[in-house]
Nanobody
């Protein structure tokens, strides 16, 4: 059973950058995929980015392309989401998730979830 914990959210202005962190604990073994999702009030949870274990392959959602970067520190079992050129429409709760089932872009494809961290972008 993995535990997932996000940090790094906050209030920023449009155009600013922010880096979210995701710590994985619970004695993870090699092979899990890490993903980032976000959910704005009244909207469905949206895929942001994911990174595999094998090949360190990255996948991005449309809203993240060109502005967000996912990375991992494998020895530390930590993942990051670097967000640049933030826009007010990026305001949401950001969730980190993990799975051993392979890369997915849907919430149902992930088994372990953090509590989320709020990101608010003011105009």
């Amino acid at each position: 059973q993995l535990q997932v914990s996000e940090s790094g959210g906050g209030l920023v202005q449009a155009g600013d950058s922010l880096r979210l962190s995701c710590a994985i604990s619970g004695q993870p073994f090699n092979g899990y995929v890490v993903g980032w999702f976000r959910q704005a009030p009244g909207k469905e949870r949206e895929f942001v980015a994911a990174m595999s274990w094998i090949g360190k392959k990255t996948t991005y959602g449309d809203s993240a392309q060109g502005r967000f970067t996912i990375s991992r520190d494998y020895p530390k079992d930590t993942a990051y989401l670097q967000m640049n050129s933030l826009k007010p429409e990026d305001t949401a709760v950001y969730y980190c998730a993990a799975t051993y089932r392979g890369t997915s872009t849907t919430p149902n494809g992930f088994d372990y979830w953090g509590q989320g961290t709020q990101v608010t972008v003011s105009s």
